[in-house]
């Protein structure tokens, strides 16, 4: 059996970790200030960087917060190469991750159900 590299978890967990901190301190899009980074899944070879993330205010359109990550990217690939030591760095790909939003429906399609009976 394939044993996984440990490389793309400890590259995705410090992207997860500067990305974090760069967007609270030094990106001043408001679009992106209120979001939080749950995970990053770099890909084995360390080409392409999903950025799951959720916006703090769930009623904010995640449209316009990937509008202003894209506009970001640029700028946080030159900052991330700059503190990070890789060779490549990874493109980054913004993905909402509307799993709470999801639970919160199902938890209320279980409650009307159970008043129903």
């Not at 059996?1 to 440990?6: G, T």
């Not at 209120?34 to 080409?47: F, H, N, P, Q």
């Not at 904010?60 to 990070?84: F, N, P, V, W």
Request: charged letters at 30%; glycine letters at 4%.
């Amino acid at each position: 059996m394939q044993q996984e590299s440990s490389r793309p978890l400890r590259v995705g967990e410090q992207l997860r970790r500067e990305l974090t901190l760069m967007l609270r301190n030094e990106v001043k899009d408001p679009r992106v200030s209120e979001i939080i980074i749950y995970d990053v899944v770099v890909s084995k070879d360390l080409g392409t960087a999903k950025v799951y993330f959720s916006p703090i205010d769930i009623q904010q359109d995640a449209t316009e917060i990937i509008k202003g990550l894209q506009s970001a990217s640029g700028y946080l690939r030159t900052q991330l190469s700059k503190i990070l030591s890789l060779r490549k760095m990874p493109e980054l790909r913004f993905i909402v991750d509307d799993t709470e939003a999801k639970g919160d429906r199902i938890e209320q399609l279980i409650q009307k159900s159970l008043h129903k009976q």
